[in-house]
């Protein structure tokens, strides 16, 4: 059964940073693309970052340069280190995982709320 669990959200200072991760099961390799995406009370969700076989990554414009997005294959995680982070990071972030010819899956989601 497939099932994402992340973890690692919290509250914390503009400056400061986070690490999310998220527990893939059965395991990451049924997947070909993992994402982080959050969102915030009436906006649509917003990609992160994302990372696709091959290792091509993708980051979201205001993240670029702050965030890694990696995957630990033997663990089952993929983690979202988020450094540098600013007030408006706040939200709730969410764990994606596609593979072909199925619908993506997704976590439950995890809050981050920094603070100015």
């Known amino acids: 059964q497939v099932q994402l669990v992340e973890s690692g959200g919290g509250l914390v200072q503009a400056g400061g940073s986070l690490t999310l991760s998220c527990a893939v099961s059965p395991s990451l390799s049924i997947f070909n693309a993992f994402g982080w995406y959050r969102q915030v009370p009436g906006k649509q969700r917003e990609l992160v970052a994302r990372?696709?076989?091959?290792?091509?990554?993708d980051y979201g414009d205001s993240v670029a340069g702050r965030f890694t997005i990696s995957r630990d294959n033997v663990k089952n995680v993929v983690h979202l280190q988020m450094d540098s982070l600013k007030p408006e990071d706040t939200g709730r972030y969410y764990c994606n995982a596609e593979r072909p010819f199925d619908l993506p899956a997704w976590g439950q989601g995890t809050q981050v709320t920094v603070s100015s």
């Open positions: 990372v696709r076989e091959g290792r091509s990554v």
